[in-house]
Nanobody, 119 residues
């Protein structure tokens, strides 16, 4: 069982930045591909980004490419999502997930953290 805890959400103005962190207890995150999903009110949940366990390769949904960066900090057993140039349409609850590979369905979910982009 992997327990994932997200942090770093909040309220930010358009154009601002936030860094989300996903930390695990009981298991090392190095074993898993770690991804971020988000769900905005009235919309379906979508995959935002993922980092592979095997080669560290990363992937992003088109709408965040060039603005978001996913990375691992194995010493702290965390995966971070740096979000720059935030837009109102980035407003959502962001979830950290652990999975076998970035193309597999998530095996474990965090509880989510709210990101609100508004002036």
């Amino acid at each position: 069982q992997v327990q994932l805890v997200e942090s770093g959400g909040g309220l930010v103005q358009p154009g601002g930045s936030l860094r989300l962190s996903c930390k695990a207890s009981r298991q090392t995150l190095e074993r898993y591909a770690i991804g971020w999903f988000r769900q905005a009110p009235g919309k379906e949940r979508e995959g935002v980004s993922c980092i592979s366990a095997y080669d560290g390769s990363t992937s992003y949904v088109d709408s965040v490419k060039g603005r978001f960066t996913i990375s691992r900090n194995n010493a702290e057993n965390t995966v971070n999502l740096q979000m720059n140039s935030l837009r109102p349409e980035d407003t959502a609850v962001y979830y950290c997930v652990a999975r076998v590979t970035c193309t597999w369905p998530p095996n474990y979910w965090g509880q989510g953290t709210q990101v609100t982009v508004s002036s």
